[in-house]
Every structure is written in C-alpha cells, then in structure tokens.
C-alpha cells in the first residue's frame, strides 16, 4: 500500500502540506500509521474510505485514523491542507487526548456516506483562518513554535470533537477514563489481532472487572466489543485490499485455525470471508 510523507518535522512529528496540486499514487487505496486530517477549501474530488465513497467540496473535512485505508482522486485540483501528526511525538504520554482521537475515530466510522464533517457558515471561516494559521507556523521560525504548533493542533482537535459529540460536564479526568486510554492505545498497536480480553488486563495491570466497568463507563462498550471490532475491521481490510489468503489472515490475525476464523467472520460480517475477497472500492 502506497504511504509517505514530506516536511515532516521529526521532534514533532507532524506535517502540513498545502493542496496546491494532485498528489501521485493517492489514488491507490494505502494506510498510514499516523493521523491525517483534509481540510477542502475549493475544487471537488472523491475520497475512498474503507470501501465507502463520496464526494469532496468546499468545506468537506475528513478525519483519517492510524491504519484506515483509504484513497482519493481529484474531478478538478483541490485547494486546502493536509494534516498528519503522530500523538507519541506531538504529546507528551500524560497530555495524549486518545479519549479525543478515539472518539473522533468512532464518529467518522458513522459516516458512511460523506465527509466526516461538512463545514459552512462562519464555523468554516474559523477552520479556515486555523489552518492558515497552523501552516505559518509550522513553516516559521519564531520563540516557542513546538508549544504553539502543539496548542494549535490540540484547540483544532477539540473543536471537531465539539462538532461531533455532546460530551458530559467538563470534569477532572479520573482513574477510569486513564485506564481507558491506556486500553485503547494498546488495542490500536495490536492492528487488529484477536487477543483475549486477559491479555489485557495482564499488560496493563489491573483486574478483569476493574478494566470492564471502567471501559463500558467511558465508552458503553465491553472490552471484548471493541476487540472483536477492531478485528472485524482488520480482516475486512485484508481481505479486500491484500493477496493474502484467508489461512494467512486468519494467522495474521491470531486466530488459533481457519475455521474458528470463518466462522467469526460470518456471525459478525454476515457472509464469509471469501464473499468480501475482491470487493472493488
């Protein structure tokens, strides 16, 4: 799968590029290990996410996470920015937002039919007037650039997730929701491998009823619920976008024989695994 990126600044570990031009090969369904934010400022295009398209226009910001495959092309030259960071480089481990990132990941799994936000009015002239002003400073030299660039980016990350979501009463964050973003990272390292929920537990210290309670209370969902989705994502994935065979998925993915694969695969996808083998996006 094609990857890559330019300008990147190592200590920070983001970049920003303006979308001045088509870029090659990003019409070739590729994942990156990083997240990506598209901010659309004219022209038209599509994008192609997890086998999902729709169209691109003025306003139109998606939200790309670590892993997501995805590619796109232009109708005619797109004008905007693109957005990589990596939160281990960016953050420092106490200050990561995973809660955030996680939450805007789910909120652009639901948006199946267009771009994870459609910005209009006087929202899109305060993204805009973000974006360039992200951009300066990435590019400049001034005092204190690394702390501005990471304030800018954290204060662009909460007002998306205040478009997306009602979240509660603002509170101090507590043991459960630490707990949770620790869980949750670890899941994303694990790209999508079936673990058992102990697996867990055991590496991040803690009881099975400790961890359970605090992730559905921060997320209303079961930690076995996310690791099963997670691997249902994956094996999608591999399926329509890789050559490997479905024994080699199901090892890949942890999975202790094929059978055992296929028939988690069937109970969750709703047809077996080979009825997804190239699928076209």
């Known amino acids: 799968m094609a ?11 983001i970049s ?39 169209p691109l226009t003025r306003g139109s910001l998606i939200f790309v996470p670590p892993g997501q495959v995805h590619a796109w092309k232009w109708n005619e030259t797109l004008k905007g920015y693109v957005l990589c960071f990596e939160p281990a480089s960016l953050f420092s481990g106490s200050d990561r937002p995973y809660r955030m990132l996680h939450d805007l990941t789910q909120f652009s799994g639901t948006t199946k039919d267009r771009a994870t ?10 993204l805009r007037f973000a974006f360039k002003n992200l951009a300066d400073e990435f590019h400049g030299s001034a005092e204190f650039r690394c702390d501005m660039v990471r304030s800018q980016i954290t204060a ?11 979240p509660p009463s603002v509170e101090v964050q507590g043991y459960s929701m630490q707990l949770t ?4 990272s670890l899941l994303e390292k694990e ?9 867990y537990t055991s590496a991040l210290s803690v009881s ?3 961890l359970v309670d605090a992730v559905l209370a921060e997320t209303g969902k079961s930690p076995s619920a996310w690791i099963r989705d997670r691997t249902l994502l994956e094996a999608r994935r591999l399926l329509i976008y890789t050559d490997l065979t479905i024994s080699e998925i ?13 028939r988690f695969y069937r109970r969750l996808a709703g047809v077996p695994p080979g009825a997804s083998r190239g699928v076209q996006v």
């Open 3 to 13: 990857s890559g990126r330019d300008d990147v600044d190592q200590l920070l570990g």
């Open 16 to 54: 920003i590029e303006q979308l001045t031009k088509q870029v090659p090969f990003r019409h070739i369904p590729h994942r990156h290990d990083f997240y990506h934010l598209f901010w659309i400022e004219s022209g038209n295009g599509t994008f192609v996410s997890d086998g999902r398209s729709y």
């Open 117 to 126: 936000f459609q910005i209009a009015g006087s929202t899109y002239r305060i």
């Open 156 to 166: 662009l990350l909460i007002r998306l997730h205040r478009l997306c979501l009602n």
């Open 181 to 184: 973003n620790r869980f949750l």
């Open 191 to 199: 790209v999508g491998k079936l673990q058992r929920t102990r697996y």
């Open 208 to 210: 099975p009823r400790v």
């Open 250 to 262: 199901a090892y890949r993915l942890n999975f202790r024989n094929v059978s055992y694969f296929v």
